[in-house]
């Protein structure tokens, strides 16, 4: 059973950064292509960032490109979201999705929360201004 915990969030000033993670079990990580999504109140699910399995592909959200940077580490099975120039508008619950790297998926899929099966709980990410 794949489990997924998230940590890192917590409460920064506008400007400031962030560093989540999020490590995997019960999987074999380099089987799976990974993401994070965040939700605020009232709004849906949406996607924030993607990586491949091997961590040669990346995608992003326009609203975090160029201020937030995905990576994983394979031989730790652990996802990273780094956080930078946080803004109050990303405020909200974050969550590590994993999702088996086959069938491929494309870049509209990457960002989809359709796509993926497996999800963390979530942690809060609160930015004030």
């Known amino acids: 059973q794949v489990h997924l915990v998230e940590s890192g969030g917590g409460s920064v000033q506008a400007g400031g950064s962030l560093r989540l993670s999020c490590t995997a079990s019960g999987l074999t990580f380099t089987d799976y292509n990974m993401a994070w999504f965040r939700q605020a109140p009232g709004k849906e699910r949406e996607g924030v960032s993607c990586?491949?399995?091997?961590?040669?592909?990346?995608y992003y959200s326009d609203s975090v490109k160029g201020r937030f940077t995905i990576s994983r580490d394979n031989t730790k099975n652990t996802l990273y979201l780094q956080m930078n120039s946080l803004e109050p508008a990303d405020s909200g619950m974050y969550y590590c999705a994993a999702e088996e790297r086959a069938p491929p998926m494309t870049a509209r899929q990457a960002l989809s929360a359709n796509l993926f099966r497996n999800w963390g709980q979530g942690i809060q990410v609160t930015v004030s201004s």
């Open positions: 990586i491949n399995w091997s961590g040669g592909r990346t």
